[in-house]
């Protein structure tokens, strides 16, 4: 009996020093989710509008503009890019977004994967790893694993520089994203967004009446400076909505996992008191059987 209350004390212990760490890495993640969500909830307006900016002129100008990040072609090299975090821990978060673009793959570019037309370039170690046991044969940017240790603007830039200029010089004529979209600290979703060529509103959607736009200098010349800060400050959040769902998903995560070793201890408990009524009441009869036998 004592060995069975051996055991229970070394599990009680052992969940109590797991639940510690939980509680520290959900106090870690708290403690980032706030400066990532405050980087995202700025960026995030400043950044749809943009994207909404570019959308419309595209759209109202159709052929009129020589924009090549817009123009469509025969799909014969895709690129997709995949952002996830570094480390774990923090549910399915990573595994939903590998999830969705491995959907989208299968559906879509199956057969960019067996002629070897399918290129990956993931963000995040996590997203790698899954991805590289899925698609072994495809052809991995591996420069732009570990981006997520500087998201300041001028380093993450680098980025969406060598996309847009590998889509220019038609090294792929289709670039996939999928991240993680922050909508609060208990709610993240995978997203998937076509970066290039930029898609343009359908007809039907909006803006029915062309629209006469005054460019000065002249439209090509503007079109080609702004363009590409549009799209580096899209793809810049994208890792900032991706950082900060990291974080949320992972304080969650650790919050649900502190609990669950509260409720264990506590089964635990349950379990050590009656493991040791019974050692009580068992030596007790053996007590009380000696003194009968003595009295006998």
């Known amino acids: 009996m004592s060995g069975k209350l051996k055991e229970v004390r070394e599990r009680m212990k052992s969940v109590r ?6 509680k520290a890495m959900k106090m870690v993640s708290a403690a980032k989710l706030r400066k990532a969500q405050d ?5 995030r307006p400043y950044a749809d509008k943009l994207r909404e900016i570019l959308t419309h ?3 109202h100008l159709g052929g009129d503009a020589n924009v090549s990040f817009g123009k469509i072609r025969d799909v014969q090299n895709v690129l997709v890019v995949v952002v996830t975090s570094n480390r774990g821990l923090c549910g399915a978060f990573n595994t939903n977004i590998v999830k969705q673009a491995a959907s989208l793959i299968d559906e879509k570019y199956a057969r960019y994967v067996d002629s070897g037309n399918l290129h990956f370039l993931p963000i995040g170690k996590r997203g790698y790893d899954q991805l590289r046991r899925r ?25 969406p520089e060598m996309i847009m200029e590998a889509f220019e ?3 792929y004529d289709v670039v996939q994203v999928f991240y993680g979209q922050f909508k609060n600290a208990g709610t993240q979703f995978p997203v998937h967004v076509q970066y290039l060529p930029v898609p343009r509103i359908q007809k039907g959607e909006k803006l029915r009446r062309r629209a006469n736009y005054i460019f000065e200098p002249d439209k090509d010349t503007l079109l080609e400076t702004l363009i590409p800060r549009i799209l580096g400050v899209q793809f810049h959040k994208f890792l900032l909505d991706t950082n ?15 609990e669950n070793a509260e409720e264990l201890i506590k089964e635990l408990r349950i379990n ?14 053996e007590i009380v059987a000696g ?4 009295e006998g």
């Open 17 to 22: 020093s797991t639940q510690q760490i939980t």
């Open 39 to 43: 980087a995202i909830v700025q960026l």
């Open 57 to 59: 002129i595209l759209f």
């Open 135 to 159: 698609y072994p044969n495809c052809h991995f940017i591996k420069d732009y694993i570990d981006l997520f240790k500087d998201l300041s603007y001028d380093h993450t830039s680098e980025v």
């Open 169 to 171: 010089n038609k090294e």
């Open 244 to 258: 900060a769902s990291e974080h949320g998903a992972r304080m969650t995560a650790m919050d649900k996992a502190t």
């Open 272 to 285: 050590y008191n009656k493991a040791r009524q019974e050692a009580i009441t068992s030596e007790l009869s």
């Open 291 to 294: 003194a009968a036998a003595l």
